[in-house]
């Protein structure tokens, strides 16, 4: 992305900011991503859905609306504000620096299932490399992240967390780091309300759409995401090469 992306979301002030993985441009990944979810990282719209027997775009709309909200991504670090101290150009700095320690690396191969009630990609196995990663991301970009507050924490308070995810809250402002953290790529809402044939169409059409992509699917880059008011489409404004770590391996 442009600099001047980062420069127009600094002038209107970007609510929230998010670390990202996500697959390189023009990619069969990144091409896959955006069709399911019916537009790119950069909040360009897509082509029409794939089509499911019995599903219509409305319905298909509303199933895939959270996903869409948030991009084609996995997450490193969940959106959060930047503290008042700090500006965007200050935090682009941060992530070039931390990208700068980091090799790029191949993830582990990515299968099709639930996570949360929800259907998402996950890795067949534990990523070392991945994990360092995130854990930078975490940890090197705590002193920039405004504190949380009361109605952020009740809000996750309300999900059941466990006395360590609790824990992990109060020191990182997120349940699901460090030693919770579980990369995945979401592909959908919550399945709750779903009958089972309707769970069964979804998923045969997501395994259509992703178990055939080429793989290993290679991490390459940071991808920087604003939220530019709350509760707006998060789209990707920075891309940030991964360029150094010499010897670290997935």
């Given at each position: 992305m442009s600099e001047c992306d980062l420069n127009a979301l600094e002038a209107m002030g970007a609510y929230r900011w998010a670390v990202y993985f996500s697959p390189a441009p023009h990619s069969p990944w990144a091409r896959a991503g955006a069709r399911w979810l019916g537009r790119d990282v950069d909040g360009e719209a897509c082509g029409p859905p794939p089509r499911i027997a019995g599903w219509s775009v409305p319905a298909w709309s509303r199933v895939t609306a959270a996903p869409r909200r948030y991009g084609w991504h996995g997450t490193l670090r969940a959106p959060w504000?930047?503290?008042?101290?700090?500006?965007?150009?200050?935090?682009?700095l941060a992530l070039k620096r931390i990208a700068e320690e980091f090799a790029p690396f191949d993830l582990p191969r990515l299968h099709l299932g639930e996570l949360g009630g929800f259907l998402a990609l996950q890795l067949v196995q534990p990523c070392a490399a991945l994990q360092a990663l995130a854990d930078a991301c975490v940890v090197r970009l705590q002193p920039m992240a405004a504190p949380?507050?009361?109605?952020?924490r009740d809000r996750y308070a309300a999900r059941g967390l466990s006395a360590g995810q609790q824990a992990l809250l109060h020191e990182w402002g997120y349940p699901y780091v460090r030693e919770e953290f579980c990369f995945h790529m979401t592909l959908t809402d919550r399945l709750d309300g779903l009958s089972s044939p309707q769970r069964a169409e979804l998923r045969a059409a997501a395994a259509a759409s992703f178990e055939t992509l080429?793989?290993?699917?290679?991490?390459?880059?940071l991808s920087l995401f604003a939220?530019?008011?709350?509760?707006?489409?998060?789209?990707?404004?920075a891309r940030i090469?991964?360029?150094?770590?010499?010897?670290?391996?997935?």
């Amino acid at each position: 992305m442009s600099e001047c992306d980062l420069n127009a979301l600094e002038a209107m002030g970007a609510y929230r900011w998010a670390v990202y993985f996500s697959p390189a441009p023009h990619s069969p990944w990144a091409r896959a991503g955006a069709r399911w979810l019916g537009r790119d990282v950069d909040g360009e719209a897509c082509g029409p859905p794939p089509r499911i027997a019995g599903w219509s775009v409305p319905a298909w709309s509303r199933v895939t609306a959270a996903p869409r909200r948030y991009g084609w991504h996995g997450t490193l670090r969940a959106p959060w504000r930047l503290a008042q101290q700090f500006d965007p150009a200050e935090l682009l700095l941060a992530l070039k620096r931390i990208a700068e320690e980091f090799a790029p690396f191949d993830l582990p191969r990515l299968h099709l299932g639930e996570l949360g009630g929800f259907l998402a990609l996950q890795l067949v196995q534990p990523c070392a490399a991945l994990q360092a990663l995130a854990d930078a991301c975490v940890v090197r970009l705590q002193p920039m992240a405004a504190p949380l507050t009361a109605a952020e924490r009740d809000r996750y308070a309300a999900r059941g967390l466990s006395a360590g995810q609790q824990a992990l809250l109060h020191e990182w402002g997120y349940p699901y780091v460090r030693e919770e953290f579980c990369f995945h790529m979401t592909l959908t809402d919550r399945l709750d309300g779903l009958s089972s044939p309707q769970r069964a169409e979804l998923r045969a059409a997501a395994a259509a759409s992703f178990e055939t992509l080429p793989q290993p699917l290679h991490f390459d880059a940071l991808s920087l995401f604003a939220e530019p008011q709350p509760g707006a489409a998060l789209r990707r404004v920075a891309r940030i090469a991964l360029n150094g770590g010499a010897g670290r391996e997935a």
